[in-house]
């Protein structure tokens, strides 16, 4: 079946810090990829997504790229700061039908 | 404000009884998704309206139904509640069908707890 496997948190790092979240997944046919992002007592955001393969979606200074070869699509900036401390979630679509990621807590300390 | 908006913010309920979510979609957004977040099963998907219809079917259990209005607004009812149902339910909504090009933006949410 299908279903979107993410690295376990919480993730402390300090201000200015490499940031790295895994995801992989497992899906039938060619699924979309997405990042979303939820701060606290807040609803999710779409941070990024890729369609494709080799595909990179970029944002706020985060990157991931979509591949097929690793069924991989992490997560990464080069230089975290406190306001990126949030819930981030990996998510595929395929057929119409969601999948999300368990979610990787971050937190960014000064 | 991602412009999406849900009531009520909390809800507070007993078991076997039955709720009524409500959501209100974007201006101009077609699609409305509902979503489970609980601690044990992380985010799940219920269940997509598109222009009033039904369009896709999540891990929605039988006791759960929903609905989208003319006027497009939402609303998921939670019958013959248990313990087990206490989450929070996001509501989302996107312009159109084709899910992989359409951002969905997601309401605050409504935390249910049954007591």
């Known amino acids: 079946g299908n279903s979107v496997t993410q690295m376990e948190g919480p993730v402390t790092l300090s201000e200015e810090a490499f940031l790295t979240i895994n995801c992989t997944y497992t899906a039938t046919g060619y699924p979309s990829l997405f990042w979303y992002v939820q701060y606290p007592g807040e609803g999710l955001q779409l941070l990024l997504k890729a369609t494709k393969a080799d595909d990179k979606g970029s944002n706020k200074g985060f990157e991931a790229t979509y591949r097929k070869e690793t069924t991989s699509f992490h997560l990464e900036k080069g230089s975290v700061q406190v306001s990126d401390s949030a819930v981030y979630f990996c998510?595929?679509?395929?057929?119409?039908?969601?999948?999300f990621g368990t979610g990787t807590s971050l937190t960014v300390i000064p | 404000d991602s412009g999406v908006t849900q009531t009520p913010k909390h809800l507070i309920t007993a078991t076997g009884q039955r709720v009524t979510l409500r959501c209100s979609p974007r201006s101009g957004d077609l699609s409305v998704y509902w979503y489970q977040q609980s601690l044990d099963q992380g985010l799940q998907f219920l269940i997509q309206y598109y222009n009033g219809e039904e369009r896709a079917k999540g891990n929605i259990l039988e006791r759960f139904s929903a609905q989208q209005f003319p006027d497009l607004h939402s609303e998921l009812n939670l019958s013959s509640l248990e313990l087990g149902d206490s989450a929070l339910y996001f509501c989302?909504?996107?312009?159109?069908?084709?899910?992989?090009?359409?951002?969905?933006?997601f309401g605050p949410g409504t935390r249910l707890t049954v007591l």
């Open positions: 989302a909504s996107s312009v159109g069908v084709q899910d992989s090009y359409n951002e969905q933006f």
């Open positions: 998510a595929l679509i395929t057929g119409n039908q969601f999948y």
